[in-house]
């Protein structure tokens, strides 16, 4: 019965986050995509399990909640590198994010 309530619960998540969509100002004051357009839509088909949608709706979905969850973990468990390796890992994904939005944009 749990898992039932919790399956139900979750198919009402995910048709509130479609109807409620933040639209982007950047696109609505110039028209053009932002670095972040397509965030939501892709984690909606990621709730809903769909890994490929979730993809080819905008690639750096997945490593940018690595770099959320693993930045809450480095905030919690103090480690000597813990700069260092938050850094690295802002480095590496926030160039993924450009080299996809470039992609995005002229091909």
Avoid at 67 to 85: E, M
Wanted: net charge positive; charged share 10%.
């Amino acid at each position: 019965m749990f898992i039932i309530f919790i399956f139900c619960s979750l198919i009402n998540l995910v048709d509130w986050l479609q109807n409620h969509l933040i639209p982007c100002p950047f696109k609505a004051l110039t028209g053009v995509d932002c670095p972040g357009c397509g965030f939501q839509r892709s984690f909606i088909a990621l709730i809903q399990g769909d890994l490929s949608k979730s993809w080819s709706l905008y690639p750096p979905t997945i490593p940018l909640l690595f770099l959320f969850i693993s930045a809450g973990l480095l905030y919690r468990f103090q480690l000597k590198k813990r700069s260092f390796i938050f850094k690295v890992l802002v480095l590496i994904i926030g160039n993924f994010v450009m080299i996809c939005y470039l992609q995005k944009m002229f091909f």
